[in-house]
């Protein structure tokens, strides 16, 4: 297990961070992704700390609160110390009363989004939940237009000169409101986001168009969610077999993915993992964690065999044919103004490179 500094900080993480959206299976929503109970959750936790992973990650909305209530307990339960474990928390999502409905009418309606109100409260729901004194990432789980990113950005900074928290980050927001956010934070002395975390894969490269040179730019940390692409990615699915009944996919056809492009990829994993002996789930972590902008991949697991599967990826090495071949045939469509940049750069990039080796 290799461990990665997280952006701009002097904090470092492992390369695997375990995910908790199995554990709980409280509401009919999360109980399709995993329903893992305490001593199942203890298991995993321990087998992940046991490996090297030192960090975690989960979010209030997770089993509606069960997930945070278990994770701090496996913590407890197994007598982690504080120090060994760097543990991410989120907010955003509905919770309380009003929770259930996604109109946010009627009670709750404030229980939701990011304002100083929701943030304030969240992170004292969270840390009692969790049973700890501080949270060492806190995250904007989602993008909310109702509220200005400067309010959030100040109900943040508060946190952290509270000690609530040590380091924030975001989730799902776009490159123009991240870099928003890093401009107000710079130009307030304000705590800034030190990390994204996204959905990347070999079958979902979107966030290399703008999130990718914004987080290389400003040197922000990436966290990967869904690296399996909704286990699509797993090696249970081709063209021919749609996967078991039951399955991930089959409950829950989540994030959305080009299926032929997709298609087209777990055809080459497939081989590539036949030639180290490896399963095709395998390979599609070790190609993120072969992307330099990448600091730590999400795992999930219901099961300790799963997660050691998992695990073992951290010792594939891929040679720079078998990447390249994955390039060629996970490589997104020319969009503008990507293909306008790369065609009006040319020129200058090759003066730089010329300037460099000198």
């Known amino acids: 297990m290799r461990y990665r500094k997280l952006g701009n900080t002097g904090l470092f993480v492992s390369e695997l ?25 203890d298991r995993l936790v321990g087998w992940a700390l046991e490996s090297g992973i030192n ?31 760097v543990v991410a928390t989120k907010v955003f999502g509905a919770t309380g009363s009003g929770a259930a409905s996604d109109a946010g009418r009627g009670q709750g309606i404030n229980a939701r989004g990011a304002s100083r109100y929701h943030i304030m409260h969240g992170i004292k729901e969270s840390l009692k939940r969790l049973q700890l004194d501080h949270i060492d990432l806190y995250q904007i789980h989602g993008f909310d ?11 943040l900074d508060t946190l952290v000169e509270h000690g609530f928290v040590r380091y924030v980050g975001v989730s799902n927001w776009a490159a123009w409101q991240i870099m928003k956010a890093l401009g107000i934070a710079e130009r307030h002395g304000l705590s800034r986001f030190e990390s994204l975390q996204a959905y990347y894969t070999l079958a979902g490269r979107d966030l290399e168009r703008e999130l990718v040179p914004l987080l290389n730019s400003e ?14 990615l797993s090696g249970k699915y081709s063209r021919d ?51 330099q902008t990448v600091t730590s991949v999400i795992i999930g697991a219901k099961r300790v065999d799963q997660l050691d599967d998992n695990i073992a990826a951290t010792r594939v090495r891929l040679s720079d044919t078998e990447l390249a071949e994955l390039e060629r045939v996970s490589a997104l469509p020319p ?17 730089l490179k010329e300037s460099n080796e000198r």
């Open 219 to 232: 040197n922000l940390g990436l966290m990967v969610w869904s690296p399996l692409a909704g286990g699509l």
């Open 145 to 155: 237009p109702a509220t200005p990113i400067e309010e959030t950005v100040r109900a």
């Open 55 to 85: 960090f975690i990650d989960t979010a209030d909305v997770y089993s509606q609160g069960q997930a945070e209530v278990i994770t701090g307990q496996a913590l407890k339960n197994l007598d982690v110390p504080r120090d060994d474990v």
């Open 241 to 291: 077999q749609q996967g078991e009944a039951g399955s991930r996919r089959t409950t829950f056809d989540f994030p959305p993915v080009d299926r032929e492009r997709a298609f087209d990829c777990i055809d080459v994993m497939q081989r590539i993992a036949g030639t180290h002996g490896v399963s095709v789930a395998q390979i599609a972590l070790a190609w993120l964690l072969h992307q």
């Open 335 to 351: 969009e503008y103004p990507g293909w306008m940049l790369e065609r009006q750069g040319e020129y200058r990039r090759e003066q």
């Open 17 to 41: 961070c375990l995910g908790t959206m199995t554990f709980g299976g409280e509401g009919e929503f999360w109980n399709q992704i995993g329903d893992l109970q305490q001593a199942d959750a």
